[in-house]
Each structure stands twice: as C-alpha cells, then as structure tokens.
T-cell receptor, first 112, second 111 residues
Framework: DGGITQSPKYLFRKEGQNVTLSCEQN?????MYWYRQDPGQGLRLIYY???????QKGDIAEGYSVSREKKESFPLTVTSAQKNPTAFYLC???????????FGPGTRLTVL | EDQVTQSPEALRLQEGESSSLNCSYT??????LFWYRQDPGKGPEFLFT???AGEEKEKERLKATLTKKESFLHITAPKPEDSATYLC????????????FGKGTHLIIQP
C-alpha cells in the first residue's frame, strides 16, 4: 500500500537533547513538507523540499534542521535550540507540479 | 500577509441537521484552496482542492464551494461519523510552497 509513514508515534525528550523524527513515503512524490500543530493554532510550515539534496526554510525553521538524501525520506531534527518543542509534528508530500499535499499520521513530541 | 479565518470555531448539530462551515481568506494570488478532515490524534485527511471562483466539488455528504473571498463546506444530513475538525488551507501564488492553514472548525454530530 502506498502512503506516508511517520515514526515514532509518540516521542519523549529531555530538555537539552536533540531528537530526529522520521518521515518516509512510497508514493514517488517529489515534494515533502514538515508542519507543526499546536492546540488552538493552525498548522505552521517548518521546512520543505522540492527535490533531493535541496530544502527551504518555512515560517518557523529556527531550532529545526532537515536533510533530503533520498527522494522517499525527509527526516526532521528538533534541536536543543528549539525553545518550545512540545507539539504534534506532521509530514506531508505532493506529486510533481501538483498543489495538493497529503499528510502522514503525525508524531507527538513531548519535552519532559 | 496571507491569512485564513474559519468560523465557527465549534459547531454542534443533531444527526440529519444540515449546515455550512466558512473559510475566509486573504492571499496574494490564490493557487489553490484545500479542505481537510482531521480526527483526534491523526494527520489531516484530504477532502477537496478548489482553484477558481465558482468551482464546486462534492463527496458523499460534503460539498465545497469557492468565491473570491471565501469558501464554504456544506454538510448535508450529517451522521455521527462526520464528527471531526475540518481544516481549510490556501496556497499562495508566487514562490511560496507551503500551505497557510486556518485554526479549524470542530464539528460534533449528535445522534
């Protein structure tokens, strides 16, 4: 079955630690995105990538980093520089030259 | 600045009671307007993409419409399983690639 997978589903982190969230897709989509969702707020764009080995900052990139070494993978690292990392993180992808984005199931990150 | 406002924030309906959700937007050159459904603890599920004023799309009990300033998601004779948060998003024209989301409408359908 084609789709987007995110792991883990739940992640707990101590303050000062870096953590990496996984996002994989087997849809052969070119573009991939990371969003953050907080209660009472709309989704906000962190980073996006249109092609392998290239990515762009979104609206709230500070404290985050990404890589795009393979077309199907777009991991997100939440660094210790991110001041308020507790949130629901969503990965999305879209086909070449299409506007619709399709979302994965999400990872809930909690900082202890 | 691109902006999306959804209303109401929450809506409680009886099963079979039709209603509409509103999404007002301001964007520099609309490239597309999107509706998603999100269940608690899950990722958004794609429903519709609308591109130009006057466009309409339907899926089961849902119908989305678009004008130059807003979009409506009409729900006809809803069932309890339609309970969810409905998200509206826009994609601006130009070089930006991400979606700008509203805060969503939390819909509850009571049996």
């Amino acid at each position: 079955d084609g789709g987007i997978t995110q792991s883990p589903k739940y992640l707990f982190r101590k303050e000062g630690q870096n953590v990496t969230l996984s996002c994989e897709q087997n849809l052969n989509h070119d573009a991939m995105y990371w969003y953050r969702q907080d209660p009472g707020q709309g989704l906000r764009l962190i980073y996006y990538s249109q092609i392998v080995n290239d990515f762009q900052k979104g609206d709230i990139a500070e404290g985050y980093s990404v890589s795009r070494e393979k077309k199907e993978s777009f991991p997100l690292t939440v660094t210790s520089a991110q001041k308020n990392p507790t949130a629901f993180y969503l990965c999305a992808s879209s086909p070449f030259r299409e506007d619709t984005q399709y979302f994965g199931p999400g990872t809930r990150l909690t900082v202890l | 600045e691109d902006q999306v406002t959804q209303s109401p924030e929450a809506l409680r309906l009886q099963e079979g009671e039709s209603s509409s959700l509103n999404c007002s937007y301001t964007v520099s050159g609309l490239r597309g307007l999107f509706w998603y459904r999100q269940d608690p603890g899950k990722g958004p599920e794609f429903l519709f993409t609308l591109y130009s004023a006057g466009e309409e799309k339907e899926k089961e009990r849902l119908k989305a419409t678009l004008t130059k300033k807003e979009s409506f998601l009409h729900i006809t004779a809803p069932k309890p399983e339609d309970s969810a948060t409905y998200l509206c998003a826009v994609r601006p024209g130009g070089g930006a690639d991400g979606l700008t989301f509203g805060k969503g409408t939390h819909l509850i359908i009571q049996p």
